[in-house]
């Protein structure tokens, strides 16, 4: 069974920096691509960022390109977002799942809240 | 960039109705390529439906997705209580894989 459980959310400064983690468990984390998506409060899905089994390849929305920075650590079977430069408008439930096309199992979520 | 407008904004029916939810695309895309998600308040995602008409593991068969081109639809034949949430479409790219959701589109009890 597919386990992803994040971490590293809270409340940050505008203009702050976070790393979210991931952890993931009943599956071969490194056979798959792997993506953040992000929730604002009230609001719908919004994909932000992807990257392949390997790392070489990294996508992002537009928006937050050259402010965060996907990563993978294969062999501790951990999806990493770092995300500078946040902005209110990054406040979000942070969720990562599993897969670069459909998104088969996801995590419970964690909190980013950017705010003075 | 494709952009996925789902319709109605809100669905209220009856547990047993019939739950017919849209999803248009601005330019034709793959069917391969087309997701439903169910979303509980509180909860993650969960996916529904792939390739446009592929049930995932575990989802029960009063679910289903048609369509091509740039019309989808995800039914559920007759609702149950733990069937209202809101449902989101998604498109996921080839080059760039990409993915792309509609806004939702929340059925609720009536």
């Known amino acids: 069974e597919v386990h992803l459980v994040e971490s590293g959310g809270g409340l940050v400064q505008p203009g702050g920096s976070l790393r979210l983690s991931c952890a993931a468990s009943?599956?071969?984390?490194?056979?798959?691509?792997m993506s953040w998506v992000r929730q604002a409060p009230g609001k719908g899905l919004e994909w932000v960022a992807n990257?392949?089994?390997?790392?070489?390849?990294?996508y992002y929305v537009e928006t937050v390109k050259g402010r965060f920075t996907i990563s993978r650590d294969n062999a501790k079977n951990s999806l990493y977002l770092q995300m500078n430069s946040l902005r209110a408008e990054d406040t979000a439930v942070y969720y990562c799942?599993?897969?670069?096309?459909?998104?088969?199992?996801w995590g419970q979520g964690t909190l980013v809240t950017v705010s003075s | 960039e494709i952009v996925l407008t789902q319709s109605p904004g809100t669905l209220s029916l009856s547990p047993g109705e019939r739950a017919t939810l849209s999803c248009r695309a601005s330019q034709s895309v793959s069917s391969t390529y087309l997701a439903w998600y169910q979303q509980k308040p509180g909860q993650a995602p969960r996916l529904l439906i792939y390739?446009?008409?592929s049930r995932a593991t575990g989802v029960p068969d009063r679910f289903s997705g048609s369509g091509s081109g740039t019309d989808f639809t995800l039914t559920v034949s007759r609702l149950e209580p733990e069937d209202f949430a809101v449902y989101y479409c998604q498109h996921y790219g080839l080059s760039p894989p990409t993915w792309t959701f509609g806004q939702g589109t929340k059925v609720e009890i009536k």
């Open positions: 390739s446009a008409s």
């Open positions: 799942a599993r897969g670069g096309g459909k998104g088969d199992g």
């Open positions: 009943g599956f071969t984390f490194s056979n798959y691509w």
């Open positions: 990257i392949k089994q390997d790392g070489s390849e990294k």
